[in-house]
């Protein structure tokens, strides 16, 4: 679930709306949503910038528990009702943020304020993703956009004979074909990829009128376009932001090349030189993913040493989880006492249990560090598994219920490893939540917007065989040069392969939003990016009859992304920084800095600052330095880039 989707019309930032919607291949289930209707700003004219944000900070503190239960709701207990709370409340929340907003834009600079209340300020209009124009007609006609283009994503569905719905795939079926890179033939891999690419033809026209409306808006808020007001929310002047994404993008892609070439040159040992490659580029439909942003289904492909390392953790969850069932159902008397419902209930009460077992354990590594155990009520509040008798939102996501301590998480946990590395990286919004409470709402968000998704990932990074062999899931680990090469070949397939995806999508939209590309060249332009930086193309030409940037959901769904860049570079420098605080020396890759107080100490002390100041300072206070780096990446998969390297010798690499 992203909230962002359910506030559509004006979606703000996480500092207003404290719900991380995890992983950037966001959930896509429709919702529905209210007008807005903007009033001008209180007639209260007399109040300074300091009693406003000191007002708004206590409002929203007052107004958002409403927000966040009736969201519960509706995440968790699908259905009419649930859906009409939820949408009511969301609509009160945007009216008063639209208010606040229009008064924010009345101070000036100039204006006497603490220098809490500038910063207060400047977040409240650089946390609008969708800024909304003065005239309220126009804000109406960009909201019924959003939420059209945000229903035709949604909804959006391949049929083959649009008569007939039987013939038809959604999201999840297309997917499926491509995953299973081993079993579908290069001909239906081609068309799941190319029908979902049908879905987002007619948001061409829509789109285009949106990014205008959304320009009117940026400009309403005194900034260029929504290119210019996204890319100040970094506490530097928007063009050095783009700079310093280009200078990160440099450093790591070189072994993204490596990464590239080696994989192409599989798919064309697999599928040929005339069919695997397309001037040394990556057949966009080829790599197990939508969008090309994962490719962790190639691993039959591209494994390096076959079954070398594998660590089976989803078989040793799974008989965990038997151990407690079995043990119920004995207490019970045994199944051949048992009726079917009793042995039903059992089995629900064993999926929990063990559920919370996971849970714990991912606990267990924050607590480790020295951060305070989870309140009672998030082991009461939160959602661990899928209940059997209404329908949810599985999706993996964190919660922040109040700004006060009832925090929890909503998932639908299974027995697999799957399950038990995306609690460790959900706990990282739980933690964080936690850490910076005790801020002014307006402050309690990340320092910036890519260190939310950073946080619980530095920890999986932290989840070394060593890690899961301390905590029982694995036999003490056998190392080998094999075993090292296997693991960081899975990592990189996920970690690397994304890097340039989360590059270039906001690339492409800085400029649509600043007019650099023009609506005649939407499709033309993305491909070029997508060439440029990902060395992927489609192998037909994909005119301008088609809008394939509609067919990533945060494209209609207006979500920024180069967050999701930002994060995959931040993890690996939070990363090193903790493991030299622990006082670990050795290969980055084999560092885990579980149980160390230290790391722990500085890690919370980071968190704390949440949004408060300037995130090159919080950076600091945790790495010394001021800058994102990406030598950590280059340091962590030092063996993978050395053994492709090897590799590729003398192979074709590179692209036109
Ligand atoms: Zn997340």
Redesign the pocket.
């Known amino acids: 679930m992203n909230f962002n989707r359910a506030l559509l019309a004006l979606s703000i930032s996480a500092s207003l709306l404290s719900l991380?919607?995890?992983?950037q291949q966001a959930d896509v289930t429709a919702n529905p949503n209210a007008d807005v209707t903007t009033k001008t700003p209180a007639a209260s004219t007399n109040e300074t910038a300091d009693q406003f944000i000191e007002r708004v900070n206590n409002e929203i503190r007052a107004d958002y528990p409403e927000v966040t239960a009736a969201q519960w709701l509706a995440s968790t207990n699908i259905g009419g009702d649930s859906e009409i709370v939820s949408s009511k409340a969301n609509e009160r929340s945007l009216a008063k943020l639209s208010v606040y907003i229009a008064k924010a834009k009345t101070y000036k600079e100039t204006d006497p304020m603490t220098p809490e209340t500038k910063r207060a300020l400047q977040l409240l209009k650089l946390g609008v993703t969708l800024p909304p124009p003065n005239d309220p007609k126009q804000l109406a006609e960009l909201t019924q956009l959003a939420t059209k283009l945000d229903g035709m994503y949604g909804s959006g569905k391949y049929c083959t004979d649009p008569k007939d719905d039987k013939t038809c795939k959604d999201i999840g079926q297309l997917s499926k074909i491509l995953a299973d890179t081993d079993k579908s033939t290069y001909e239906q891999q081609l068309d799941a990829w190319n029908g979902w690419h049908t879905i987002s033809k007619p948001m061409r026209a829509p789109y285009q009128r949106f990014i205008e409306l959304s320009n009117i808006g940026a400009k309403d808020l005194g900034f260029a376009n929504t290119g210019d007001l996204w890319r100040g929310g970094y506490d530097m002047p928007a063009a050095d932001f783009q700079a310093e994404t280009d200078r990160l993008w440099g450093q790591v892609e070189p072994l993204y090349k490596q990464l590239q070439c080696y994989t192409k040159n599989k798919l064309v040992e697999k599928y040929g030189a005339d069919k695997g490659q397309i001037d040394g580029k990556i057949p966009a439909h080829l790599t197990g993913n939508l969008w090309q942003q994962d490719w962790g289904n190639l691993w039959p492909l591209v494994e390096p040493y076959k079954g070398v390392g594998s660590l089976d953790i989803n078989s040793v969850l799974q008989r965990q989880h038997d151990v407690i069932l079995n043990d119920m159902l004995k207490k019970q008397g045994g199944t051949a006492k048992l009726s079917a419902t009793e042995i039903a209930e059992i089995t629900r009460d064993a999926d929990l249990a063990h559920a919370k077992q996971m849970a714990k354990l991912a606990e267990g590594f924050y607590t480790g560090l020295g951060m305070p155990k989870l309140p009672d009520s998030f082991w009461n509040n939160a959602q661990f598994i899928k209940p059997r008798d209404r329908e949810v939102v599985c999706h993996?996501?964190?919660w922040d219920m109040n700004f006060a301590g009832d925090v929890r998480i909503k998932m639908c946990i299974t027995p697999t490893e799957d399950d038990l590395t995306t609690l460790y990286?959900?706990y990282?919004?739980v933690y964080y939540y936690l850490a910076y409470n005790k801020l002014p709402p307006i402050f309690q968000a990340g320092a910036n917007d890519g260190f939310?998704?950073a946080i619980?990932d530095t920890i999986v990074l932290s989840m070394t065989p060593d890690y899961l062999n301390s905590i029982g899931l694995v036999d003490k680990p056998v190392v080998s040069q094999e075993a090292v090469i296997n693991g960081q070949m899975r990592m990189a397939l996920a970690k690397v392969a994304f890097m340039p995806f989360g590059l270039m999508i906001d690339r492409w939209r800085w400029g649509v939003f600043d007019g650099s590309i023009k609506p005649e060249n939407y499709n033309k332009a993305w491909w070029e990016l997508k060439a440029k930086y990902q060395g992927v193309a489609p192998v037909t030409a994909r005119g301008e009859d088609n809008f394939d940037p509609g067919a990533k959901y945060h494209v209609p769904g207006n979500t920024p992304y180069t967050r999701y860049f930002l994060s995959h570079i931040l993890q690996f420098q939070f990363y090193k920084s903790l493991c030299d605080s622990s006082g670990y020396k050795g290969p980055l890759y084999q560092c885990s800095f579980a149980n160390n107080p230290e790391a722990g100490k500085r890690y919370w002390a980071m968190l704390e600052k949440g949004a408060s100041q300037p995130w090159p300072a919080t950076m600091k206070e945790l790495t010394g330095g001021e800058k994102m780096d990406g030598s950590a990446v280059l340091e962590y998969f030092a063996p993978l880039n050395t053994w492709l390297q090897e590799q590729n010798k003398g192979k074709q690499c590179g692209w036109k």
């Open positions: 991380s919607a995890c992983k993996a996501s964190a990286h959900e990282g919004h939310h998704e619980g």
